[in-house]
């Protein structure tokens, strides 16, 4: 565990750097994410060369980002299943190696669209394994106050290398050829791939057996599902990805046709971009300060429509660059506000999973924007497709009149860890069950309107981490007895489920607690449901139960 420091501490935006491992991590990170960016220059005007419409030139941005739609929520089950430094090992020496055959297929002339496009694929599947683990792994390096901070530090990392990476891959396709590139980037992980191996966190032993991979996905989705404001911050990072995925995925063809320029007049427009994005990771946190959520969110879609509506319109490459300054501060502050959101809202034990569920939905925009925008553009050019995407941002900012975000409050998501096991009278297994919960209450009647509405959001909590089949119910016979049934398929469920509880929950628990105006405390009885087929055999009261 990393301890709290002092508040003075927690308000700057570079005291995520007192941490030694963040620092180490984040500078390998840098060299990293610089030889993607390389690689990613050399695989879009790779393709500008090779490809034989704008629609697979479109497609380089879209195979970058599909496989996180597609790959992301086993990810993020895996990073919070399995040890996160082993996980990003694992995807890291696999971007290695597939990097390393990209460069030999493009140093033999072997390379086909196709062929490029299953690589980057390929590469982008591994991301895909890595960033739940990695993003998951910021509170493993810092303090929970400092996490914002430390989002909007890797996010200024990225576009530090986004300011002069796109350049120099630039400089490097033109002078010695798209497989120099994705050399550069296959020795980029490297160091990563030393530091993470070098770093030995503190992970505490389990004390349950490891959820199966498609339970634990079931659990993210629901816990999602049940959870009404991170699921705005999906339909919000959606639309962003659909609209403003445009200019990254158009800009190859802006920069060969719009303004007549070549591999290094595309890196120096990535470029501008990155230097933008900078810019934005470091106002970020101010504009936190100073701005509701919602503020800075639709700002940010305004500032990427008069950014897509600049690229559309100019014909000279640095008016493009310049608009492109305004687009890569608005990525940087919508992308990480809708980061932090979801990680301060998330308890640790299904972040990873939360955060892949909302890479799933921006990418998955990106993606699905990428193939629709490369289509128009196909069928009436570039500039066509940047106006209708600016059009589209507009319209992506006026979707919070009806779906504002929240504004951030800071919640105790920390475990709560009350909960014991019970003394039991029968000898169960880990898998036993289903089981049963009926928890009792008294209510005075004038406390009952209190008590629905928070016994409603009793049952939202219940229902996110685990429980089915909730209900309430009351005794007809003496009114003022009520009842909490539910259900939890296993005896190692209902475990799992009280230890989900947070300090945040406990909240609704003491409320409840306190409307509870019996003698002795709410009346707890656990049950486990047993067939009653012929035949069935009953177990001794000290017996084994194993379903």
Known sequence: MIDDEPESERVSALAPFRHGIFRAV???????NFGGLIQGVGAAWMMTTIATSSYQVALVQASTTLPIMLFALIAGAIADSFNRRKVMLVAQSFMLVVSALLTVFTWFGWMTPWTLLAFTFLIDSGTALNSPS??????????RAKVPAAIALNSMG?????????????????????????????????????????WKPEVPAPTLPR??????????????AMSPNIAKVLVRGFAFGFSAGAVLALLPLVARDVVKGDALTYGIMLGAFGIGAVGGALISVRLRQLLSSETMVRAAFAGFALCAFNAAVSHDAWQTSAGLLIGGACWVIALSHFNVTVQMSTP????GRVLSIYQTATFGGIALGSWIWGVVADAHGAETALMAAAVAMLAGGAIGLFLPLPQQKTLNLDPLNRFK???????????????????????????????LATMAERGRIRRRDGARTWTLARDLENPGIWIEHYHTPTWVEYIRHNRRATYADAVVGERIRALHSGENPPRVRRLIERPTTAGTTLVSPRGPIDH
Do not use: C, H
Not at 26 to 32: D, F, K
Not at 211 to 224: S, T
Not at 348 to 351: E, F
């Open 211 to 224: 959820e199966a991979l498609g339970a634990a996905m079931g659990a993210g989705l629901r816990y999602v």
């Open 26 to 32: 984040w500078s390998a990170s840098l060299v990293s």
């Open 158 to 198: 990225f576009n530090i290398t986004r300011s002069v990476g796109p350049a120099i891959g630039g400089i490097i396709v033109a002078a010695a050829g798209a497989a120099a590139a994705f050399a550069a980037n296959a020795i980029s992980y490297i160091g990563l791939i030393v530091v993470l191996f070098r």
């Open 134 to 143: 990695w993003q998951a792994s910021v509170g493993d390096m810092v303090p």
């Open 348 to 351: 640790r034990w299904v972040v």
């Open 421 to 451: 096991e019970p003394m039991l009278g029968l000898d169960l297994k880990p898998r036993s069950g289903p089981i049963a919960i009926m928890i009792e209450y008294v209510i005075r009647e004038e406390d009952v309107p209190e008590f």
